[in-house]
């Protein structure tokens, strides 16, 4: 399995600041006056530099694609997914694609009759899972082209049929919130409520456990040719019975895999003054990942308001932190990157 990340932050979209940019950019020059690189290898140079200062953490909201040979899955629909429907409905299609890519980037908010805008794109059959329906994991969907092009069909899947179809209906409300109603849209779009044990989709085995959240969310636990992601968002563990077990449930539902996609959005500190805002730290996360076996763990949902340095520092923390609980079993720890792909 490939897992890519089109959308990493939680809450709010969070573009980089100039005044982010800047400092970055004063850190890079403070190192080509340190190295005096030769003008002719500046390339060279540049690829040196270590990622916090040459690339970003990025900005949208939660969106995964998971793909398996030609098989895809997707989970989250925040406005990461507005990029993945692009490449799903246009790239390596009709040339005449580039000219409806061009209408849709230019004038994506104004699409007067949907389908006909959309006769050079792919037909698509797509797979998708929902945690919840709070707005940063569902409003890049109004953005998603498949929607609009009839002869496509959905199906999500999610906690609740009726609540996802209702809150997705909502934020489509035409013509307070959007112009055009998830009704008209064109393609086919069926809502599921997520099965009872194993849900087969393809080359995939998933199932979903439920997590404490305002509202619940789902974490999902995805399985393919023997490697094993889960993926867990928006949750938080408190001092109280039911959360206790909320926690050891997660745990088991971790056990052993490959890889943990999971929400950090706090550093321990400012989890301290969060409580019951339904998000998690790194520190105790790590630790329950470490316990399980789980080999490589991304911190994930990161906060609107933390630069990349603060989340690089995270990193590194939370890095520190598991070589130092050293029970035996070493776990690699990284960030989750927008754009970035991830082998399972
Ligand atoms: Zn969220
Ligand atoms: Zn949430």
């Known amino acids: 399995m490939i897992v890519k990340f089109w959308g990493v932050r939680g809450s709010i979209p969070a573009p980089p600041t100039p005044s982010a940019l800047k400092e970055r950019l004063k ?22 530099l270590p990622d916090r200062l040459v690339s970003t953490v990025g900005g949208n909201t939660p969106c995964l694609e998971i793909t398996e040979g030609e098989d895809i899955l997707i989970i989250d629909a925040g406005t990461g997914i507005n990029a993945l429907g692009r490449k799903l409905s246009f790239d390596n299609v009709d040339p005449e694609a580039d000219r409806i890519r061009y209408l849709v980037e230019s004038q994506n908010h104004y699409m007067p009759e949907a389908s006909p805008l959309f006769p050079g794109s792919r037909i698509l059959h797509l797979d998708i899972l929902l945690t919840h329906t709070h707005w940063d994991h569902i409003q890049g969907f109004p953005f998603f082209a498949p929607i609009y092009q009839v002869g496509n069909s959905m199906d999500i899947y999610g906690r609740s049929a009726s609540q996802m179809r209702e809150a997705l209906s909502l934020q489509q409300s035409s013509p307070l919130l959007f112009p055009i109603r998830l009704e008209e849209a064109g393609a086919t779009i069926n809502f599921h409520d997520f099965p009872d044990g194993v849900l087969s989709l393809g080359p995939f085995e998933i199932e979903a456990l439920p997590l404490p959240h305002p509202g619940g969310s ?40 490959d890889v943990f996609i999971s929400d950090t959005q706090y550093t321990f500190l400012e989890s301290m003054t969060k409580e019951g805002w339904g998000h998690s730290s790194p520190l105790k996360v790590a630790e329950m990942a470490l316990n399980a076996g789980v080999g490589k763990f991304f911190l994930f949902h990161h906060d609107p308001l ?39």
Do not use: C, W
Request: no cysteine; charged share 25%.
């Open 27 to 48: 850190a890079a020059l403070t190192m080509a006056f340190e190295a005096k690189p030769d003008p002719a290898r500046l390339n060279e140079f540049l690829d040196g």
């Open 218 to 257: 789902l974490a999902f636990k995805v399985r393919s040719h023997g490697r094993t992601l889960v993926f867990a968002t928006d949750y938080e563990f408190v001092a109280n019975d039911q959360s206790e077990r909320s926690e050891a449930a997660l745990a088991k539902f971790l056990d052993q895999a």
């Open 306 to 344: 933390y630069s990349d340095l603060k989340l690089y520092d995270m990193l590194e923390r939370t890095t520190a932190f598991t070589h130092l609980l050293n029970n035996g079993h070493s776990m690699l720890v990284d960030l989750a990157i927008e754009g970035r792909e991830i082998e399972v």
